[in-house]
Structure formats: structure tokens, C-alpha cells
């Protein structure tokens, strides 16, 4: 029912996030903050706030980066004194605009130039509140595929195998989620030659 108080809708966000279904996360997010939105202060740690950590976080992991900066926004439109949000706010601008360059970078061929674009945004996301151990496996898969591009197996490799590591050994992360960081170090471990354990990779 739409008249769900922001204490339900709190915990569902939660739960879904738990189970690792981020859209459902995000959507249950967006409503609380829609239903709570006001212009008295936004305080931290309360269910708002949660709910504006929570939504921005899963709207990352689904890649969807205008979708977290808006919670951040919305924060601000009512509460531009809210110090921590701006600090988020900024970071999270930074490191987005970051992950655009690195992009940029990998369309035009430029291996080197995006992996030192992705080292500054692994730098860049510390005490960030997004900064998840799924959101980070995602870059540091990126960084793989580059790495390996350059014919950097051991460092392209490193990288891999902490995003598999973050995976696997997570429960609310999905089945694809892991499946993926599987491939990617599989791709990595083919070119290395490494062909009985890129194998292993591809089955798992």
C-alpha cells in the first residue's frame, strides 16, 4: 500500500539490499525519501539519512550514477546546511566524473592513461559512503581488463582476484554478479596462458 511509514519502507529497503536485489533497494529508498522530504533538518542516522546512504549505494552497484547523486541532491535542496551530505555529494561527483574520464580513455585505446584514471578513483572513493566492497570489485574489474590489456598479467590478476574474493565470499551478492567477476578473471588468466586455470574460471 502507498501509506507504508518511512520506518517500513526502511526496512524494506534494507532487506532488499541484504538479499542484493538493488533495484528493489533503490526503489524502496526513493519512496521513503519522496514520503519524508522536508525542510526541517536533515539529521544523521535517521531513517532519511539511511535511507539517502542506502538508495545512493545501490543505485552505484546498479551503475546508475545521475540516480545516486540525486539523493544527495534532494538532501540539499531541503537541508544545504547538511554537512556530510555535501561532503558525499562532492566525493561521489569526483569519482563519477572519474569513471566517465577512465572510459573515454579505454574507448580511445589508451590503456595507460585510464588505468592511472582508475587508480584516482579507488583513491578518490575512500570515506566515501558508497564506497562498498561490491562497488569497488566493479572498478577493480575494469582495472583488470585494462591491465591485461597492457600485458600487466600479475598486477591485472591482483585486482581480479580481490573483486572475486569480494564476491564469492559475500552471500547478498547475486549469482551473475560473482559469474562475472569469474569471466573477467578468466579473460586475464587466458592471456597470461594460464589455460587450466582460465578453465576453471569459465565453469565456475
Avoid at 579507488?122 to 558508497?130: E, I, K, N, W, Y
Wanted: hydrophobic residues 35%; charged residues 30%.
Amino acid at each position: 500500500p502507498s501509506d507504508k511509514s518511512t520506518d517500513i519502507l526502511l526496512i524494506e529497503a534494507r532487506c532488499h539490499e541484504m538479499l542484493g536485489d538493488h533495484k528493489s533497494a533503490l526503489s524502496a529508498a526513493g519512496r521513503l525519501i519522496q514520503k519524508a522530504a522536508s525542510y526541517t533538518p536533515w539529521v544523521n542516522d535517521s531513517p532519511r539519512m539511511i535511507a539517502v546512504t542506502l538508495g545512493a549505494n545501490a543505485a552505484m552497484q546498479l551503475g546508475l550514477s545521475e540516480n545516486a547523486l540525486s539523493f544527495y541532491q534532494t538532501v540539499l535542496k531541503f537541508d544545504p546546511e547538511q554537512e556530510k551530505t555535501r561532503k558525499q555529494y562532492r566525493g561521489l561527483k569526483k569519482v563519477v566524473k572519474l569513471m566517465g574520464k577512465a572510459d573515454e580513455q579505454i574507448e580511445k585505446g589508451y590503456n595507460k592513461a585510464a588505468s592511472d584514471i582508475v587508480d584516482d578513483c579507488l583513491s578518490a572513493m575512500r570515506g566515501l559512503d558508497v564506497d562498498s566492497p561490491l562497488f569497488r570489485s566493479k572498478i577493480q574489474l575494469k582495472q583488470c581488463s585494462i591491465l591485461s590489456g597492457m600485458g600487466k598479467y600479475e598486477e591485472a590478476l591482483d585486482n581480479c582476484d580481490s573483486a572475486v574474493e569480494q564476491r564469492a565470499g559475500n552471500d547478498s551478492v547475486p549469482a551473475e554478479s560473482k559469474k562475472e567477476a569469474y569471466l573477467v578473471r578468466g579473460e586475464a588468466l587466458l592471456l597470461d596462458m594460464d589455460y587450466d586455470e582460465a578453465v576453471q574460471d569459465f565453469r565456475m
